[in-house]
């Protein structure tokens, strides 16, 4: 069973930065695409960014030289470093696991930007 846990999230200005850590479990992290997605309130989800195994980046148009999402597989970690945070950006953030061995999600971490 893949449990996905969030951490980072939290209340910033415009203009600031935060970074959000996933801790991924299981055998099959390395050899996974992993990602965010982010879900405003009263909108849908939406993928925020993907990293391959392969280390194959994507991201969102809106996001795009702002963010910046790595992995550790190591550690089995993967993080979203965001900078230059703007008031769109608030949304709860979900850790997510591509298939086929996913779709696993996290639970979600709740980031604010706000001055």
């Known amino acids: 069973q893949v449990q996905l846990v969030e951490s980072g999230g939290g209340l910033v200005q415009p203009g600031g930065s935060l970074r959000l850590s996933c801790a991924a479990s299981?055998?099959?992290?390395?050899?996974?695409?992993m990602g965010w997605f982010r879900q405003a309130p009263a909108k849908q989800r939406e993928l925020v960014a993907r990293i391959s195994s392969g280390g194959s980046i994507n991201y969102a148009n809106s996001v795009r030289g702002r963010f910046t999402i790595s992995r550790d597989n190591a550690k089995k970690m993967v993080y979203l470093q965001m900078n230059s945070l703007k008031v769109e950006d608030t949304a709860v953030y979900y850790c997510?696991?591509?298939?086929?061995?996913?779709?696993?999600w996290g639970q979600g971490t709740q980031v604010t930007v706000s001055s």
């Open positions: 997510h696991m591509f298939p086929p061995y996913g779709p696993s």
């Open positions: 299981g055998s099959i992290f390395s050899i996974v695409a």
